[in-house]
């Protein structure tokens, strides 16, 4: 499903990504972890063309995304970014019919009876529907967030591409949101790429990890051979004590305060 070979890239002169390979099949659940830096929401925003690839090349369901445009692109492959403090002055349901452009004829200009029908059933799937007639501005981070997840959903994509959709919202929102994420790859095989911080969230729901370091690909494989006690320290130069949760093959991490 998604193919990414020998990936470099960055940001004017700055090289961030350097020599990135990996694959994708699709039906996974794949987490991108690593510490701050390391080149995780440059990986998300390359993938998606929204920065321009130096060497190497990304391939989407077979094509490489240098030949596909945004509406093509936007078919296959959903992205939901950390939620930003500034949102438009539209209405739940007028933001997640957003969702619905990619498929718009060359000529239309108004949502059909099918978009609006097919929006209303991503605004319940995310169980916001007591918020459909909500200004977005209203919205509570954890509200806003599980919008912009409607609105990802509403273009019916292959692949759903999130960038850290966990960030700086309660346990509650966290497990909301991580466990609609795990029923949509279960129940309709949708491919979920997700950058993740919380390390324990990542080996509880991804079935795969990628992991950076440096601008690199340090080690990729299931959270088990992962999240290992060496790994962790290597990359994040801190202690930590990795157990086995009874969720089988899950590890968890303790991180280890340093002795005074």
Partial sequence: MLEVERLS??????V?????????EGGEFVGIIGPNGSGKTTLIRTICSRIPIRKGDVFLAGKSTNEMNRREMAKVIAVVTQSPEEVPPFSVEEFVLLGRVP???????????????????????TGISHLH????KELSGGERQLAFLARALAQEPQVLLLDEPTA???IGHQIKIMDLLKKLNRDASLTIIVVLH????AGLYCEKLILLHDGRLHSMGSPKSVLTEDVIEAVYCTS???IET????KPFIFPLPHEE
């Fill in 246 to 249: 009874p969720i089988k093959d």
């Fill in 103 to 125: 498929h718009w004829g060359r000529f239309q200009l108004f949502e059909t009876k099918e978009d609006t029908e097919l929006a209303e059933k991503t605004i319940v799937l």
């Fill in 133 to 136: 007639a909500r200004g977005m």
């Fill in 16 to 24: 961030v990504l350097e020599d990135v390979s990996f694959g994708v």
């Fill in 240 to 242: 930590v004590s990795v």
């Fill in 9 to 14: 890239c960055g940001y004017g002169k700055k």
């Fill in 198 to 201: 919380d390390l324990n969230l």
């Fill in 168 to 170: 700086h919202l309660d």
